[in-house]
């Protein structure tokens, strides 16, 4: 299933909407992305008052990346998989005291995966509670797939949100 919540104006309201619940929390956000390359900050920073919530984003596509700078070490598992999301949550939690932490790592396309898989993993950390996300993508469209891997981490964001 796509999500899209993007207005007439082209504007994401669901980042926006993460936004204001962040700010509300006085919460602070970092990410590590691999599959979407940096849009999930892209997204947020398009949002006035990103500045008050953003702390840092990685952009990591290697294991090598991942390795070295969040300190985990990814040998034999699946680059795509919870595992690999979860350590990545752990690596930041080593280097960052945000409130929220998101890992994201995944195959968008054109190429798949040994399984035959275009898929995600999500871990998003709030307060140090963990939650983890799977999306099989149905489409082997590489921009379509970034997109709602992003609006999907978004929906999921506000609704752990909203119940704080």
Known sequence: MHLNYLTSKGEHMKTNEVLNLLIKHQYTITFAESMTGGNLVASLTKNPGASK?????????SKEAKNKILNIHITDEP????????????????????NILVSITGNAG?????????ETYIAISIQNQISTY???????????????ATDFTYEKLYQLLKEK
């Open 79 to 98: 680059i795509v998989s919870e595992k690999v999301a979860l350590m990545m949550i752990s690596g930041l939690k080593e280097k960052h005291q945000d």
């Open 110 to 118: 054109p190429t798949t995966q040994e399984n035959g898989l275009l």
């Open 53 to 61: 919530v953003l702390n840092l984003s990685y952009v990591l596509y």
């Open 134 to 148: 799977h999306l099989s993508f149905k489409e082997n469209n590489r921009s379509l797939n970034i997109q709602e």
